[in-house]
């Protein structure tokens, strides 16, 4: 199975497989051969890659065990490709396993750093503990503090809408109007009129802001405590469809150019 | 290769679709049972209704429906069917399921089917619902009939009907119908 996370480390990098493969004293065929899963690095090997690309050797035995046990479920990394790819999207992801939720927020974060954009990570403290520990051996201190900014999801909820509209119109401000940004969300519950609404109409002043910037925004849900109502009211809402395996169009998005939503079979005999 | 045929007086579809309606508002989903039934008695085509005996008595009372359409209408419970009552037992309700349809495809007979799917609160249904529909989505495909699966959208969390709109090649909703973005996609052993 491919070894998405080292791929990662090595793009971050700005290496080629030849460049990490003659810095490590192997052959690059054998390299490749590590990154694509068909060989398995003996513990010097193992400790110089890791040496070469600035992690803790010991990640490569944890990540194998851990995808050993999941990795095998993901369909050909297409979620780390949609989130290289694109930059200004939304995405609604209902996640059943928190094993690849974390991977999937780790990859959103790590393709993002590689495309130097501004990454907020709005979660529940414990998450943001995991996330911040599993990016430390991946990342440089200065890039943790650069690139990644994590939000505590309860302070966020405690606080005024009209103060938190200002901080985020102050955080937006704060950029170079070129770079994009990430937005990762998680939530426990689905609302219709929730906090996000309420910023928005405090956010006014910053719809020229907002509209001027690359932002890729992803909303995240327990997929077992949301109810197929809201999820549907949702699918209508977000382009995008994330599930903890693959990533596709939202059937249901109202203002897609080639949207293709027929009436139901009753409002269909009204026609 | 399946032939196209009319899901409704404006859609064609496959003679083979596997459909899963979400419904919210009961009188909607009468409608939308009356719809179906319409179209299938236009069609030629004996529907078969897992239902509640009320529910399809009242479709069929708001229809008018002729002594003679009403041969074409073959009713079984639901709550008997999925054994609302007990274990979700997958293997038991594909084989009932084969029961009713087999006599149809010994005559060569053309039907539909619509079935309001049922179950008591039991440990593992995500699972159970997720093999189950997997397992009649195969059979659909390959003996070649149309299948409404209506599933109470206020009783279904967002875990089953994401399972569900992998397993079904087309959703609807009260107000919607659409091509599931998730049928066919890689299905993935996400089992513990």
């Known amino acids: ?186 939530e426990k519950q689905y609302c219709d009129n929730d906090w996000l609404c309420n910023i928005q109409k405090h956010m006014k002043d910053s719809k020229n802001l907002l509209e001027m910037k690359k932002i890729l925004f992803v909303r995240s849900y327990n997929a077992s405590l949301v109810s197929a109502v809201s999820h549907i009211k949702m699918m209508r809402k977000y382009p995008y469809l994330m599930t903890d395996f693959e990533i596709a169009d939202s059937p249901f998005y109202q203002f897609s150019n080639s949207s293709n939503i027929l009436p139901s079979f009753d409002l269909q005999e009204e026609v | 290769m399946s032939k196209t045929i009319p899901l409704t007086r404006y859609i064609e579809v496959s003679s083979s679709s596997h459909i899963v309606y979400f419904f919210e508002n009961e009188r909607i989903y009468l409608e939308n049972l009356m719809a179906y039934i319409k179209t299938g008695l236009e069609q030629g085509q004996h529907l078969i209704i897992i239902e509640q005996a009320e529910v399809l008595n009242k479709a069929l009372q708001k229809m008018n429906v002729s002594e003679a359409g009403k041969k074409y209408i073959h009713h079984y419970d639901n709550s008997s069917f999925y054994r609302s009552y007990g274990d979700f037992n997958i293997e038991s309700i594909l084989n009932h399921a084969m029961d009713l349809i087999q006599p149809f495809l010994d005559e060569d007979v053309d039907f539909r089917t619509w079935s309001h799917v049922k179950w008591k609160d039991q440990k593992d249904i995500a699972n159970k619902l997720d093999q189950y529909e997997g397992l009649a989505d195969g059979c659909i495909g390959e003996v070649g009939y149309m299948c409404v699966c209506a599933y109470d959208a206020t009783n279904v969390s967002a875990e089953i009907q994401t399972n569900l709109m992998r397993s079904h090649e087309y959703i609807m909703t009260d107000e919607e119908f659409v091509h599931s973005s998730l049928y066919n996609k890689k299905r993935i052993q996400s089992k513990k």
Request: charged fraction near 25%; include cysteine; proline fraction near 3%.
């Open chain 1, 1 to 186: 199975m491919k070894r998405e996370w080292l791929i990662q480390f090595r793009v971050t990098k700005k290496l080629t497989q030849a460049q990490v493969a003659n810095f490590a004293f192997i052959d690059r065929g054998y390299y490749s051969q590590i990154e694509t899963g068909k060989r398995n690095p003996s513990h010097t090997v193992a400790t110089n890659i890791a040496k070469v690309l600035d992690f803790d050797p010991i990640l490569f035995f944890q990540n194998d065990t851990n995808e050993s046990s999941f990795q095998s479920n993901l369909s050909n990394g297409e979620i780390p490709e949609f989130f290289r790819n694109n930059e200004f999207s939304e995405v609604l992801y209902l996640y059943n396993n928190f094993k690849l939720y974390y991977q999937h927020v780790i990859s959103f974060i790590l393709t993002g750093v590689q495309k130097s954009s501004f990454c907020i990570v709005i979660d529940y403290f414990m998450n943001l503990n995991h996330i911040r520990q599993s990016l430390q051996p991946i990342l440089k201190d200065k890039e943790l503090e650069n690139f990644i900014c994590f939000i505590d999801m309860e302070e966020l909820m405690n606080d005024e809408p009209e103060h938190l509209a200002k901080y985020f119109h102050e955080l937006l401000w704060k950029m170079k109007p070129e770079r994009s940004i990430r937005i990762w969300l998680n």
